[in-house]
Nanobody, 121 residues
Framework: QVQLVESGGGLVPPGGSLRLSCVAS????????MNWYRQTPGKERELVAF???????YVVDSVKGRFAISRDNAKNVAYLQMNSLKPEDTAVYYC???????????????WGRGTQVTVSS
């Protein structure tokens, strides 16, 4: 079994910064792509950013230039650095990771339970 745990959320004023962490643990042989999603009440979960095992990254246009994704493969951790936060960034942020648990190159997606980010004065 694999667990993903997000942390680093909280209340921050507009223009502030937060750094989210996603730690994967359990039966892990390797992790392929790691993703950050966010969701607000009544809306679908949306992709914010992803990073491949090799370090290639993608961030959605709405956060480009403000958010950056990174990872530490040795620690099975992904980060989301969020700068210049806006009220519209308020959401629950979720981590998703594609995990190979046995070396079979078959990857299963796992989700964390999320961390709340609130941007408000």
């Amino acid at each position: 079994q694999v667990q993903l745990v997000e942390s680093g959320g909280g209340l921050v004023p507009p223009g502030g910064s937060l750094r989210l962490s996603c730690v994967a643990s359990g039966s892990i042989f390797s992790i392929n792509t790691m993703n950050w999603y966010r969701q607000t009440p009544g809306k679908e979960r949306e992709l914010v950013a992803f990073i491949t095992r090799g370090g290639s990254t993608y961030v959605v246009d709405s956060v480009k230039g403000r958010f950056a994704i990174s990872r530490d493969n040795a620690k099975n951790v992904a980060y989301l650095q969020m700068n210049s936060l806006k009220p519209e960034d308020t959401a629950v942020y979720y981590c998703k990771a594609a995990v190979d648990s046995s070396g079979s190159t078959y990857y299963t997606d796992y989700w964390g339970r999320g961390t709340q980010v609130t941007v408000s004065s």
